[in-house]
């Protein structure tokens, strides 16, 4: 029961492998939907390689068009290019979208993934501009696409380092929602004792209001947007900024501990852990071929 | 005697089972007190879980029309809406309050309490606004009552991570109180540092002012209310936002050290705590062939 | 060679023993100094304690007298009160100063103290009042009387948690001057690129200025009186933001390795590590009667 | 091969020596560029150690003189007395630039390394403003020669300790960039959001301001030049800067996590390496008695 336990803990810091692309989605057996499932699917060919780079390319360029869009002196001048620029991108990525759903065997598995909402969602905001004008900006989104780039470039580094930065924050999160859920109470009831001594004269015209001041004062932000003018609300402002300042060592220390020891998990020797079939003893190093105890040739760690 | 200590520290981390209510309260021996102490106080019936989300419901519900009710746009509309409803929490909380009161045996007991003061001072603030208008603002405090959330749901891994967060700032608290008495001192000092430098023309008006403003800064809000104007001022407040933004590691190194150290103890080898079979003591090294009290011989570790 | 090295480590983590006053300053051998020096300097008898509260309590009120006289409405009114109190605060602390010169056997030596020289500073200001107006605002300085608190009131936990924190700081400071050194040439470098990007015309007018918006903006205080106002401008300063608020990181956690190690350190068994007579081998619990590989007895830890 | 990755893990806290110049640059045999190289290169004779004084001192003064001129009020009266300081620097580091190539007989491989740059570009803006008037602000890069200080003054401890700090941030890097880039999208993500709601009527004049905004908000800066008006982007501005101030626990953790377990393993018990008299292993297990590589018995660890 001990090393059951023992390997659970273990293999929650071992990264899970990219998923088994071919078979989540089915890869067609044979012919041109096949082929065009490994340049779209695929990153292991240099045509698969070459389709993804050109794909990270144009999604950038897409999100640099509609944030140049925004700004009021290139639109006023070139609302003409960035116009064409968007409904290019946005047909490109219309017909890729239904590439995807075409090459594969299972086009609803992948339509619900996490993947092909943001593919969908990436495109729709154009189409909609037609109706509702504005609503490109939304097409920003389309970041979130990058997020491909992990497995693009196998990064599979960085995908382990993802998934252990993800896991150090499960871990947290119960200790993160106590935190929170203390900071919030305190937030209400900071804000509406401010509302009550500052009151709307000095711009804490109501107790939401005073949440946005009381907030954006213990996360020591200060926009100085709204400020305490009578003595006492200095006073408990001071009291807060302090406040909100120390505790920022809470979920630091939270984070710090969770990462600490798994740091120190990993420095730990894995694997099974082998017993010396001579004596009985333990605690072997995984490199080890003999006994450190008795001297009695040890079974492979692999075994 | 080492033992007695050494138990007592880790009994520490063993998290505190929920107080035993009916023991402490009083459960009525029989009868429709009996039967309303378990609604109310007790939470494995389905009428007793039934009851504390209702009130978990009643509780957000009140608080958020007490929020409204201070937003200018709204009162003017709707004062007549909001007054009733809060009338009508405000009965109702009263009755429960009443209610517990009555159906337990030891009721100065529980009115005496943390949870028995914090459920009088949420319907309090009603009645006090009949004599002075406007406190009905402190009704929020009623978001204190949610604190019971984590016994309502039975989220005891929720209470155990609370008691952790606590345990790692009570065991802190020397090191924050020596912290905290050393930032206060630099906050008078360099308050009236600058109180001399800047002086009244420049908005530092009076000592607590320049205290007021050293805190906003040491701390790194900076609202920008009051700022140095001088050249000396200038070059003083950019050494405090160094320090304060500095210091800041330590009250974050405490809590971190504290945290990872509980962490630690706790990811400590404990399997099947071995004892001797002589003389009864435990606590032994895992790789122990023999007692480290008696000589004994020792069972193996993984028995 | 590495026990002495042990030991070595594990000294610096026990507390050095209050300062042997009697020894240091001389008492006097017998007669009225003797008994003034007990009362004085001595926290052992009640005489002693009852001295050191009092103290306590007037240099407390001496502050609030100086603070309260800053604020222009309470000066207009009662300034005349005000400057008497501060006189006989000013007087009473003369008085004690030239006690405690005249109850040691080596006046010059505690003159020349830490604690001695805080003393003279304390009393300073108010003659200095007579020939520069303005200058008992200094007075303030005495709240640094009060760090002999800890030794007042015998908080020597406190005092060891102090020292503690001083050891993670001083052991911590090379790390610390490393990172300083590198924020200040971050500093004065994009300070001088902000002042040739936004100029004088907005508010960039030289470079001690640019430098001063550059501590206040990668400390994160961030006031606004300062802002770019360019595009180029703000892009470095969204750079200089996100710079400043990752690297807080850094001394945080030298600050927190520094701490979480000296825990971790303390935790560690300490004192000669005990070796067995019998087979040789070591790591044995500080507690262990016995050898847990042999089975032999142990000698005593503490020989 | 195990091994040889072990030792390169192990040789990653060994501090690297400084480097062997004379080798490196190629100290000429014999005659006046020999002196020469040992006064300006070297560090072991007085003349060496006197002129790297000089050097930094006298960086130090151009620098302060660059700082001064760029004050309107000193510019104003002293403008001659400053260039003429500029000059008379920028000359004579100049000429210490061309005796660093003279002396040495690889003069190309100094002019390519990092110090050899930084003095080149320390001397130009002075030459280049006379093309271009105010490039001469640009001196303020010679602050970088002072990284050689910590060569210069022999601060081997330093250097120790920037490189343990450079080594938990490069070990560090992965994480960081994972967290960076997930800021990022965050950034370009929720600025957008402000900018559909707020709009160019509230100061959110375009994508890339709303990012400059969203940036400034979440790492708790907070000029306060813009600021949301309506209540919904207040809303998200208090959840931003919420999110923000929790997750500055994510770097934090990563360094800390870092440098506690940089910390730790150099606390492990290093002793006497034990090796292995018959195939000559080393990293053995303290409480080992056999090799664990080929089972011969071990002498005890403390031999």
Request: glycine share 8%; aromatic share 10%; charged share 15%.
């Amino acid at each position: 029961m001990i090393r059951a336990s023992d390997s659970k803990i273990d293999s929650k810091f071992v990264p899970t492998p990219p998923r088994d692309l071919p078979t989540l989605l089915g890869r067609p057996p044979d012919g041109w939907r096949a082929r065009m499932f490994d340049v779209i699917f695929g990153n292991d060919t240099p045509a698969g390689r070459r389709f993804d780079i050109v794909l990270v390319v144009l999604i950038l360029l897409s999100i640099l068009v509609v944030i140049l869009d925004s700004v009021p002196s290139i639109y006023s001048e070139y609302s003409g290019v960035t116009s064409v620029l968007e409904w290019g991108f946005t047909i490109l990525f219309t017909i890729e979208y239904i590439a995807r759903l075409v090459c594969i065997q299972r086009p609803v598995r992948y339509a619900r993934s996490f993947y092909g909402i943001i593919d969908l969602v990436s495109v729709l905001p154009t189409y909609l501009s037609l109706l509702l004008p504005g609503s490109q900006v939304f097409l920003d989104v389309r970041i979130l696409r990058l997020l491909r780039v992990f497995r693009i470039f196998k990064l599979t580094l960085y995908i382990e380092e993802y998934t252990r930065l993800g896991e150090a924050l499960v871990a947290s999160r119960r200790k993160i929602m106590v935190f929170l859920s203390v900071v919030l109470m305190l937030i209400l009831i900071l804000g509406t004792v401010m509302y009550v001594i500052e009151g709307p004269d000095n711009g804490f015209t109501s107790i939401p209001m005073s949440m946005y001041w009381a907030t954006v004062t213990i996360t020591t932000v200060g926009y100085g947007d709204m400020v305490p003018h009578t003595p006492v609300g200095k006073a408990i402002a001071s009291f807060m900024v302090l406040l909100g300042w120390g505790i920022l060592a809470v979920p630091t220390g939270i984070v710090s501990a969770e990462m600490t020891s798994q740091k120190m998990s990993r420095h730990a020797p894995r694997g099974t852990p082998r017993q010396c079939g001579a004596c009985g003893s333990g605690d072997h190093d995984p490199r080890a071929h003999f006994c450190k105890d008795c001297g009695a040739p040890l079974a492979p760690a692999t075994e």
